[in-house]
């Protein structure tokens, strides 16, 4: 991986449209939701499960971490790694964490046999994924600035020429400022600051 992959990563900021997928009189609903916790995730699936009270399984893989740290697949009754496992092979064939697919199933009377699982459920995923709008983010850090009001021209300058987003600021006895930097870019940014006269530091994970 290269240090601008590491620095980059793809997710989804809204869910995508539904999807549709038959095969043998079975029906596979295809839904990518962005999510940020596994809270977030059981409360996707609870609405699914209201919005298709009826289908048999509700089959899903999730990645969570900007850096891809932690995923989990589910087959949900389905046999073993049949529908979970090809559902988070999709996530990861289109680079995307922070996202969930589930492939709400009604079976329509007909087995698909494990082989024709695999391929239903990783079309399923696959649709869901090509209607969702996936966008590429940057993995930010904060820093915290500490100075006093003669050394703001300084410290603005630098923020300008760098291109940095200010989070928060406060203006007191003292000036506080919360800045959004790429990951890559901070031990730079860092020197930059700390090279200049006054100003204290604190690094912080976002």
């Not at 949900?76 to 064939?93: K, R």
């Not at 603005?156 to 923020?159: A, F, K, Q």
């Given at each position: 991986m290269t240090s601008e992959e590491k620095d980059t990563y793809k997710t989804i900021l809204k869910p995508g449209k539904e999807t549709l997928f038959k095969d043998r009189g079975s029906k596979f609903f295809g839904y990518a939701f962005p999510v940020v916790s596994e809270d977030d995730v059981k409360d996707c699936i609870e609405e699914l499960k209201k919005q298709h009270h009826t289908?048999?399984?509700?089959?899903?893989?999730?990645?969570?971490?900007?850096?891809?740290?932690?995923?989990?697949?589910?087959?949900?009754?389905?046999?073993?790694?049949?529908?979970?496992?090809?559902?988070?092979?999709?996530?990861?064939?289109?680079?995307?964490?922070?996202v969930l697919v589930v492939s709400v199933r009604y079976f329509g009377g007909t087995k698909l046999g494990v082989g024709g699982l695999i391929q239903a459920y990783k079309t399923s995923a696959q649709l869901a994924l090509e209607a969702s709008k996936i966008v590429k983010r940057t993995i930010d850090e904060t820093l915290t600035i500490t100075f006093n009001y003669p050394e703001m021209n300084t410290v603005?300058?630098?923020?300008k020429d760098e291109n940095l987003k200010i989070v928060s600021q406060k203006m007191e006895l003292t000036c506080e400022f919360v800045l959004s930097v790429r990951k890559k870019e901070y031990e730079r940014i860092f020197d930059l600051f700390q090279n200049t006269y006054k100003v204290t530091l604190k690094k912080e994970e976002v």
């Open positions: 289908a048999r399984h509700f089959c899903y893989a999730w990645q969570l971490g900007k850096s891809y740290e932690s995923y989990r697949a589910n087959d949900d009754g389905e046999p073993s790694n049949s529908a979970g496992m090809p559902i988070y092979g999709q996530l990861q064939a289109f680079d995307v964490t922070n603005m300058r630098i923020i």
